[in-house]
């Protein structure tokens, strides 16, 4: 497929997905972000709209910013990530094995500010805002384009705190665990600390 027919088939996803997105509903708590009824597989809305050429356009063509990838000791990865729309709204997408899903959108900004937003709501209700849920333990690996190390370090604190997972970040650094009286913010610090140089 030629650059030029590539860039016309991102033109008609991208604008199904302003379409899609116009239909999110907006819920008070989690303003100024916007949800859909549940999540949406992002390749249904490519088929939809490219027909046979779906199976020739890349999902991953359209992501505009990796915003934190996770990966387990097992080979299981999960990311969440954004797509610049047109209108310059963010949609944000988590994937993980072949599955890609539209969470959310965010404000029209050129900042972070929505990104942060969708983060720390992800983070307090272990995803059940966006219709996930948080599985496993603490990753082995962590990647995010959030450079302010202190908001990833509540963002897990909270996100491991929901989701009931303080055990795995314990186990992940036993050989540098402290004896009692830290808390876990300290634990997850630590942890973090590994997961960011792997």
Not at 84 to 98: F, I, M, N, Q, V
Not at 105 to 114: I, L, Y
Request: aromatic share 8%.
């Amino acid at each position: 497929m030629t650059t030029f027919n590539q860039r016309l088939l991102t033109v008609r996803v991208l604008e199904r997905l302003e379409r899609r997105v116009k239909q999110f509903r907006r819920r008070e708590e989690l303003w100024p972000i916007r949800v859909p009824a549940e999540p949406i597989a992002l390749n249904e809305v490519i088929e939809e709209v490219l027909g046979e050429d779906s199976r020739r356009f890349d999902p991953a063509s359209l992501r505009n910013r990796t915003l934190l990838q996770l990966e387990w000791t097992d080979g299981a990865r999960w990311e969440v990530w954004a797509i610049a729309l047109p209108s310059k709204t963010k949609l944000y997408c988590d994937s993980g094995g072949e599955e890609i899903r539209l969470l959310a959108s965010g404000g029209r900004n050129e900042g972070d500010e929505s990104d942060r937003v969708f983060l720390h709501t992800l983070a307090e209700t272990a995803g059940e805002a966006y219709g996930i849920e948080s599985a496993g333990g603490a990753p082995a690996r962590v990647r995010s384009s959030v450079t302010d190390r202190a908001f990833l370090v509540e963002f897990f604190v909270n996100l491991f705190e929901v989701a009931g997972a303080e055990a795995s970040v314990r186990a992940a650094i036993a050989t540098q665990a402290r004896d009692g009286g830290h808390d876990f913010q300290q634990d997850v610090e630590e942890w973090l600390k590994v997961a960011l140089q792997r």
